[in-house]
């Protein structure tokens, strides 16, 4: 189960902390992403840490502005947002990777736990 | 980046109807392709990866096929909590990983 928090009302330029905290599963395993969905729009990936926070990626249209970071030891992952723009509002999602294990584990980018989303709204 | 083009953009059908969604990647994405659900006001569920996998308790009228640039998802026999938006989602060129606009499934 993943729980995310932190979405609120926020003016451009603006800073936030998204949280998502992970429960049921073996949180350090997993790759973990963050995706956003405008109000009425499709999904948008924004961001992933790898599950052992060595290794990130962001898309163009935050690169620069977002963060992401995680805690193993709280099962927890951030996503820090500077500099916010109304075309960042929507919901945010935490998502887990896929994991799969036979002679040894590896992950694919398919999404099979996600959450129920957090808030963000950017506007004057 | 590789871009998800899904069609048809809004589809009427009726319940017991089979239906076909498309999906078409504008470079290989070989089989590492995947198919989500969402209802209004729900989170995307996972119904389908690497193109023609069902994940774990979709039931088996929902098929996925394809591999390449050209993928579908196939429902066999629509049941009324099937009427949702469908995404498809390429992980094989990444970053970015990359969604379709979706497809809407609306009752005609």
């Known amino acids: 189960q993943l729980v995310e928090s932190g979405g609120v009302a926020v003016q451009p330029g603006g800073s936030l902390r998204l949280s998502c905290a992970a429960s049921?599963?073996?949180?350090?395993?997993?790759?973990i992403h963050w995706v956003r969905q405008a109000p009425g729009k499709g999904l948008e990936w924004v961001s992933v840490?790898?599950?052992?926070?060595?290794?990130?990626f962001y898309a163009d249209s935050v690169w620069g502005r977002f963060t992401i970071s995680r805690d193993n030891t709280e099962a927890s992952v951030f996503l820090h947002m500077n500099n916010l723009t109304p075309e960042d509002t929507g919901l945010y999602y935490c998502?887990?990777?896929?994991?799969?294990?036979?002679?040894?584990?590896?992950?694919?980018?398919?999404?099979?736990?996600w959450g129920q989303g957090t808030m963000v709204t950017v506007s004057s | 980046e590789t871009v998800l083009t899904q069609f048809p953009a809004t589809l009427s059908v009726s319940p017991g109807e089979r239906v076909t969604l498309s999906c078409w990647a504008s470079?290989?994405?070989?089989?590492?392709l995947a198919w989500y659900q969402q209802k209004p006001g729900r989170a995307p569920r996972l119904l389908i990866y690497g193109a023609s996998n069902r994940a774990t308790g979709v039931p088996v009228r929902f098929s996925g096929s394809g591999s390449g640039t050209d993928f579908s998802l196939t429902i066999s026999s629509l049941q009324s909590e099937d009427f949702a938006v469908y995404y498809c989602q390429q992980y094989n060129n990444w970053p970015p990983v990359t969604f379709g606009q979706g497809t809407r499934l609306e009752i005609k």
């Open positions: 049921v599963f073996k949180f350090e395993d997993y790759d």
């Open positions: 470079q290989s994405v070989g089989s590492d």
């Open positions: 840490i790898s599950w052992d926070h060595t290794t990130t």
């Open positions: 998502v887990r990777n896929q994991r799969f294990c036979s002679k040894r584990c590896y992950q694919k980018n398919a999404f099979d736990i």
